[in-house]
Protein backbone atom coordinates (compact mmCIF):
# COMPACT_ATOMS: atom_id res chain seq x y z
CA UNK A 1 0.00 0.00 0.00
CA UNK A 2 0.63 3.40 -0.02
CA UNK A 3 3.83 4.37 2.42
CA UNK A 4 4.53 7.77 1.30
CA UNK A 5 2.59 11.03 2.87
CA UNK A 6 2.55 14.37 0.70
CA UNK A 7 1.64 17.78 1.85
CA UNK A 8 -0.40 19.35 0.87
CA UNK A 9 -2.50 18.08 -1.61
CA UNK A 10 -3.44 21.03 -3.02
CA UNK A 11 -1.77 24.71 -3.51
CA UNK A 12 -3.54 27.90 -4.98
CA UNK A 13 -0.55 30.59 -4.95
CA UNK A 14 0.24 34.42 -6.68
CA UNK A 15 2.78 34.25 -9.75
CA UNK A 16 6.09 35.11 -7.64
CA UNK A 17 5.16 33.88 -4.33
CA UNK A 18 7.79 30.79 -3.06
CA UNK A 19 6.03 27.32 -2.44
CA UNK A 20 7.00 24.29 0.07
CA UNK A 21 5.83 20.98 -0.18
CA UNK A 22 7.25 17.93 1.55
CA UNK A 23 6.67 14.01 1.92
CA UNK A 24 6.94 11.90 4.79
CA UNK A 25 7.41 8.02 5.18
CA UNK A 26 7.41 5.67 8.44
CA UNK A 27 10.14 3.70 6.27
CA UNK A 28 13.54 4.64 5.51
CA UNK A 29 14.37 5.87 1.67
CA UNK A 30 17.61 5.58 0.14
CA UNK A 31 16.79 7.43 -2.80
CA UNK A 32 14.44 10.57 -3.27
CA UNK A 33 12.85 11.75 -6.28
CA UNK A 34 10.93 14.63 -7.35
CA UNK A 35 8.73 14.74 -10.44
CA UNK A 36 6.50 16.80 -11.97
CA UNK A 37 3.36 16.27 -14.08
CA UNK A 38 2.60 18.82 -16.52
CA UNK A 39 -1.68 18.80 -17.63
CA UNK A 40 -1.91 15.71 -20.20
CA UNK A 41 1.52 14.60 -20.07
CA UNK A 42 3.42 11.54 -17.83
CA UNK A 43 5.53 12.99 -15.03
CA UNK A 44 9.09 14.30 -15.48
CA UNK A 45 11.82 13.90 -13.04
CA UNK A 46 12.86 16.60 -11.55
CA UNK A 47 15.49 16.32 -8.97
CA UNK A 48 17.27 13.25 -7.55
CA UNK A 49 18.72 12.78 -4.39
CA UNK A 50 21.15 9.87 -3.49
CA UNK A 51 22.42 11.26 0.65
CA UNK A 52 20.71 11.55 3.52
CA UNK A 53 21.16 15.51 4.22
CA UNK A 54 22.02 16.27 0.80
CA UNK A 55 20.27 19.73 -1.08
CA UNK A 56 20.09 20.21 -4.86
CA UNK A 57 19.00 22.41 -6.93
CA UNK A 58 17.83 22.30 -10.36
CA UNK A 59 17.31 26.65 -11.36
CA UNK A 60 14.36 27.71 -9.00
CA UNK A 61 13.30 24.47 -7.63
CA UNK A 62 15.45 23.05 -4.39
CA UNK A 63 14.89 19.25 -2.67
CA UNK A 64 16.60 18.26 0.01
CA UNK A 65 17.04 14.30 1.27
CA UNK A 66 16.11 14.39 5.23
CA UNK A 67 18.73 13.66 7.89
CA UNK A 68 16.31 10.67 9.10
CA UNK A 69 15.95 9.39 5.63
CA UNK A 70 11.94 9.15 6.31
CA UNK A 71 11.27 12.38 4.15
CA UNK A 72 12.35 14.74 1.82
CA UNK A 73 11.45 18.60 0.95
CA UNK A 74 10.80 20.64 -2.36
CA UNK A 75 10.95 24.00 -2.57
CA UNK A 76 10.06 26.38 -5.77
CA UNK A 77 10.96 29.98 -5.68
CA UNK A 78 9.69 32.82 -7.66
CA UNK A 79 6.95 30.69 -8.76
CA UNK A 80 5.83 31.28 -12.34
CA UNK A 81 2.46 30.20 -14.28
CA UNK A 82 4.37 27.81 -16.01
CA UNK A 83 5.13 25.81 -12.80
CA UNK A 84 1.43 24.65 -12.87
CA UNK A 85 1.14 20.69 -12.62
CA UNK A 86 0.99 18.24 -10.01
CA UNK A 87 4.16 17.37 -8.25
CA UNK A 88 5.21 13.74 -7.22
CA UNK A 89 7.95 12.26 -4.42
CA UNK A 90 8.87 9.30 -5.07
CA UNK A 91 11.21 7.36 -2.77
CA UNK A 92 13.20 4.21 -3.58
CA UNK A 93 14.08 1.42 -0.49
CA UNK A 94 17.22 -0.85 -0.33
CA UNK A 95 15.46 -3.89 -0.83
CA UNK A 96 13.07 -2.33 -3.15
CA UNK A 97 15.53 -3.13 -6.38
CA UNK A 98 13.82 -0.58 -9.45
CA UNK A 99 10.75 -0.47 -7.78
CA UNK A 100 9.54 2.90 -6.69
CA UNK A 101 6.94 4.27 -4.32
CA UNK A 102 5.16 7.37 -5.01
CA UNK A 103 3.42 10.05 -2.96
CA UNK A 104 -0.19 11.01 -3.47
CA UNK A 105 0.89 14.50 -5.72
CA UNK A 106 0.65 18.01 -5.00
CA UNK A 107 -1.69 19.96 -7.38
CA UNK A 108 -0.25 23.16 -7.75
CA UNK A 109 -2.24 26.21 -9.06
CA UNK A 110 -0.23 29.25 -9.99
CA UNK A 111 -2.14 32.88 -10.75
CA UNK A 112 -1.06 35.62 -13.00
CA UNK B 1 14.49 12.54 -28.83
CA UNK B 2 13.55 9.45 -26.12
CA UNK B 3 10.45 8.28 -26.71
CA UNK B 4 7.55 6.09 -24.25
CA UNK B 5 4.42 5.47 -26.79
CA UNK B 6 1.04 4.52 -25.42
CA UNK B 7 -1.32 3.52 -28.16
CA UNK B 8 -4.38 5.49 -26.73
CA UNK B 9 -4.93 8.93 -25.37
CA UNK B 10 -8.43 7.88 -24.58
CA UNK B 11 -10.34 4.46 -24.11
CA UNK B 12 -14.09 3.90 -23.80
CA UNK B 13 -14.86 -0.05 -22.71
CA UNK B 14 -18.15 -2.03 -21.39
CA UNK B 15 -17.74 -3.75 -18.08
CA UNK B 16 -16.33 -7.59 -19.09
CA UNK B 17 -14.82 -6.05 -21.65
CA UNK B 18 -11.04 -7.65 -22.67
CA UNK B 19 -9.06 -4.38 -22.89
CA UNK B 20 -5.19 -4.00 -23.88
CA UNK B 21 -3.12 -1.05 -23.51
CA UNK B 22 -0.19 -1.00 -25.52
CA UNK B 23 3.01 0.67 -24.25
CA UNK B 24 6.45 0.97 -26.70
CA UNK B 25 9.76 2.59 -25.93
CA UNK B 26 12.32 3.14 -28.22
CA UNK B 27 15.61 3.63 -25.65
CA UNK B 28 15.98 -0.26 -25.75
CA UNK B 29 15.77 0.07 -21.76
CA UNK B 30 15.18 -3.27 -19.66
CA UNK B 31 12.97 -2.05 -17.39
CA UNK B 32 9.06 -1.31 -17.94
CA UNK B 33 6.30 -0.11 -15.73
CA UNK B 34 2.75 0.06 -15.89
CA UNK B 35 1.14 2.57 -13.01
CA UNK B 36 -2.36 3.44 -12.82
CA UNK B 37 -3.17 7.16 -11.43
CA UNK B 38 -6.45 8.05 -9.59
CA UNK B 39 -6.64 11.27 -7.69
CA UNK B 40 -5.94 11.90 -4.59
CA UNK B 41 -3.87 8.40 -4.65
CA UNK B 42 -0.29 9.15 -6.71
CA UNK B 43 0.89 6.27 -8.72
CA UNK B 44 0.59 2.96 -7.99
CA UNK B 45 2.04 -0.18 -9.38
CA UNK B 46 0.30 -2.22 -11.26
CA UNK B 47 3.07 -4.28 -12.85
CA UNK B 48 6.92 -4.09 -14.01
CA UNK B 49 8.78 -6.08 -15.94
CA UNK B 50 12.83 -6.43 -16.05
CA UNK B 51 13.54 -8.22 -19.01
CA UNK B 52 11.36 -10.09 -22.06
CA UNK B 53 9.28 -12.37 -20.62
CA UNK B 54 9.84 -11.67 -17.30
CA UNK B 55 7.46 -9.64 -14.86
CA UNK B 56 6.76 -9.05 -11.64
CA UNK B 57 3.64 -7.91 -9.60
CA UNK B 58 3.81 -4.29 -8.23
CA UNK B 59 1.35 -3.60 -5.23
CA UNK B 60 -1.95 -3.75 -6.93
CA UNK B 61 -1.92 -6.65 -9.96
CA UNK B 62 -5.49 -7.61 -8.94
CA UNK B 63 -7.92 -7.90 -12.23
CA UNK B 64 -4.98 -7.28 -14.57
CA UNK B 65 -1.99 -9.10 -16.68
CA UNK B 66 0.60 -8.00 -18.82
CA UNK B 67 2.98 -9.38 -21.22
CA UNK B 68 6.29 -8.71 -23.05
CA UNK B 69 7.09 -10.91 -25.99
CA UNK B 70 9.55 -7.77 -27.09
CA UNK B 71 12.36 -5.70 -25.11
CA UNK B 72 10.59 -2.39 -26.57
CA UNK B 73 7.00 -3.61 -25.77
CA UNK B 74 5.05 -3.53 -22.82
CA UNK B 75 1.56 -4.35 -22.83
CA UNK B 76 -1.57 -4.03 -19.82
CA UNK B 77 -4.52 -6.33 -20.03
CA UNK B 78 -7.47 -6.18 -18.71
CA UNK B 79 -9.09 -9.80 -18.19
CA UNK B 80 -12.70 -8.28 -17.92
CA UNK B 81 -13.05 -4.65 -17.34
CA UNK B 82 -15.14 -3.54 -14.75
CA UNK B 83 -16.29 0.38 -13.28
CA UNK B 84 -13.58 0.67 -10.66
CA UNK B 85 -10.86 0.04 -13.31
CA UNK B 86 -11.83 3.63 -15.04
CA UNK B 87 -8.65 5.49 -14.32
CA UNK B 88 -5.32 7.21 -15.82
CA UNK B 89 -2.70 4.30 -17.20
CA UNK B 90 0.94 5.23 -17.13
CA UNK B 91 3.69 3.45 -18.73
CA UNK B 92 7.24 3.99 -17.91
CA UNK B 93 10.59 2.61 -18.64
CA UNK B 94 14.03 3.00 -17.07
CA UNK B 95 18.05 1.45 -17.59
CA UNK B 96 18.04 -2.06 -15.52
CA UNK B 97 21.24 -0.50 -13.60
CA UNK B 98 20.29 0.36 -9.83
CA UNK B 99 21.84 3.68 -9.84
CA UNK B 100 19.82 4.96 -12.26
CA UNK B 101 16.66 3.11 -12.83
CA UNK B 102 14.90 5.94 -10.83
CA UNK B 103 15.00 8.00 -13.84
CA UNK B 104 11.90 6.76 -15.25
CA UNK B 105 10.72 7.96 -18.13
CA UNK B 106 6.85 8.32 -18.90
CA UNK B 107 4.60 7.68 -21.89
CA UNK B 108 1.79 10.31 -21.73
CA UNK B 109 -0.52 8.17 -20.51
CA UNK B 110 -3.99 6.34 -21.73
CA UNK B 111 -7.48 7.74 -19.77
CA UNK B 112 -9.65 4.55 -19.75
CA UNK B 113 -13.17 4.80 -18.60
CA UNK B 114 -15.07 1.58 -18.42
CA UNK B 115 -18.62 2.20 -18.55
Known amino acids: GQQLNQSPQSMFIQEGEDVSMNCTSSSIFNTWLWYKQDPGEGPVLLIALYKAGELTSNGRLTAQFGITRKDSFLNISASIPSDVGIYFCAGRRETSGSRLTFGEGTQLTVNP | DVKVTQSSRYLVKRTGEKVFLECVQDMDHENMFWYRQDPGLGLRLIYF???????EKGDIPEGYSVSREKKERFSLILESASTNQTSMYLC??????????????FGSGTQLSVL
Open chain 2, 92 to 105: ASSLLQVATNEKLF
Open chain 2, 49 to 55: SYDVKMK
